[in-house]
């Protein structure tokens, strides 16, 4: 489906009812929305995954403004504040309230934008593998670690003078770090919308992703924050996770570490995963319906 948000067309889909009998009434489930990486991806990968949660929550897949299905439209959009006003702008189209807004990787950066500069809309906060700078010596030093200094080549190559053949040759020899376990389907990626010139927009010297910080307005939060972070992914090493945790309120921090587990968590320690997700969603307060 597809609605206009903030001048752009943007791309979501639904899975499960908001609105469920429960006895001689109804109960409105809280409305998960989840954010994808990249940038340059799409919103597929969460499938079939996240179905896990349906139950739970109304789930609400998004793909980006420039990524995906959604328009690409005009570059000058391809930037922050306008993804994380988008996020609003989307809850305010649909008549969300008090989401819970799940950011994983670049998503997470999304959602940092979003609850930074919207800080009383959002109910709940989930920041999975993210960062709110982005250090490139220790991300780099973490390839080495995992890959050798062939694998620290190929992500400087990348991460400072992107382009479309240091992508591909990253996704290919790069990727298959971020993790310790294989993917559960080997398809998944197949099937998404790759959009390069999004990420090559986004990353590189001078780029936002270079600029990017959170740390301070992080503070300004306020609404409970779960930060998961798997301790042997190279993109967004654990001490990134470690910092925002630090630089939220600690009231309404929850920080959880996953050991032998690299980039989104989910692939190498989904059961753990999921039960500490559900826990974060069920302590939300229920709406009425």
Same mark, same amino acid.
């Given at each position: 489906?597809?609605?206009?948000?903030?001048?752009a067309?943007l791309?979501?889909?639904?899975?499960?009812a908001?609105?469920?009998?429960?006895?001689?009434?109804?109960r409105?489930?809280?409305?998960?929305?989840v954010?994808?990486?990249g940038?340059?991806f799409?919103?597929?990968?969460?499938?079939?995954?996240?179905t896990?949660l349906?139950?739970?929550?109304?789930?609400?897949?998004?793909?980006?403004?420039?990524?995906?299905?959604s328009?690409?439209?005009d570059p000058?959009g391809?930037?922050l504040?306008?993804?994380?006003?988008d996020?609003?702008?989307?809850?305010?189209v649909?008549g969300?309230?008090k989401?819970i807004?799940?950011?994983?990787?670049?998503?997470?950066?999304?959602?940092?934008?979003?609850?930074?500069r919207?800080?009383?809309? %959002?109910?709940? $906060? &989930?920041?999975?593998?993210?960062? =709110?700078?982005m250090?490139?010596? *220790?991300?780099? +030093? !973490?390839? @080495? #670690?995992?890959g050798g200094?062939e694998?620290r080549?190929?992500?400087?190559?990348?991460?400072?003078?992107?382009?479309?053949?240091n992508?591909?040759?990253y996704?290919?020899?790069?990727?298959?770090?971020?993790?310790?376990?294989?993917?559960?389907?080997?398809?998944?990626?197949?099937r998404?919308?790759?959009?390069?010139?999004?990420?090559?927009h986004?990353?590189?010297?001078?780029?936002?992703?270079?600029?990017?910080?959170?740390?301070?307005a992080?503070?300004?939060?306020?609404?409970p924050?779960?930060?998961m972070?798997?301790?042997?992914?190279?993109?967004?090493?654990?001490?990134?996770?470690?910092?925002?945790a630090?630089?939220? %309120?600690?009231h $309404? &921090?929850q920080?959880?570490?996953? =050991?032998d587990?690299?980039?989104? *968590?989910?692939? +190498? !320690?989904? @059961? #753990?995963?999921?039960?500490?997700?559900?826990?974060f969603?069920?302590?939300?307060?229920?709406?009425?319906?």
């Amino acid at each position: 489906m597809h609605v206009t948000v903030n001048g752009a067309r943007l791309y979501f889909d639904v899975e499960g009812a908001g609105l469920v009998p429960h006895g001689k009434t109804m109960r409105q489930k809280p409305t998960l929305m989840v954010l994808h990486g990249g940038p340059g991806f799409d919103h597929t990968y969460f499938k079939p995954d996240f179905t896990a949660l349906a139950d739970l929550a109304q789930i609400i897949y998004v793909d980006h403004r420039g990524n995906g299905r959604s328009e690409y439209g005009d570059p000058a959009g391809w930037n922050l504040a306008q993804w994380g006003d988008d996020v609003r702008g989307l809850c305010d189209v649909l008549g969300i309230e008090k989401p819970i807004v799940y950011g994983v990787s670049f998503g997470g950066f999304v959602a940092q934008s979003y609850a930074t500069r919207h800080p009383e809309h %959002p109910g709940r $906060l &989930v920041l999975v593998s993210t960062s =709110a700078k982005m250090e490139w010596d *220790v991300i780099f +030093d !973490a390839f @080495e #670690r995992i890959g050798g200094p062939e694998a620290r080549h190929m992500a400087e190559a990348f991460w400072l003078t992107p382009s479309a053949e240091n992508r591909r040759i990253y996704r290919e020899k790069c990727h298959p770090l971020y993790n310790t376990k294989p993917a559960a389907d080997p398809d998944a990626m197949a099937r998404s919308i790759v959009h390069d010139a999004v990420s090559l927009h986004f990353n590189g010297r001078g780029n936002e992703s270079m600029r990017m910080d959170f740390r301070a307005a992080l503070a300004g939060v306020k609404c409970p924050t779960l930060v998961m972070g798997g301790e042997t992914d190279p993109i967004t090493p654990i001490v990134f996770s470690e910092t925002i945790a630090a630089c939220l %309120p600690k009231h $309404l &921090v929850q920080f959880e570490r996953f =050991a032998d587990c690299g980039h989104g *968590v989910v692939r +190498d !320690a989904r @059961e #753990r995963f999921f039960a500490v997700l559900r826990r974060f969603i069920e302590d939300a307060e229920p709406q009425a319906a």
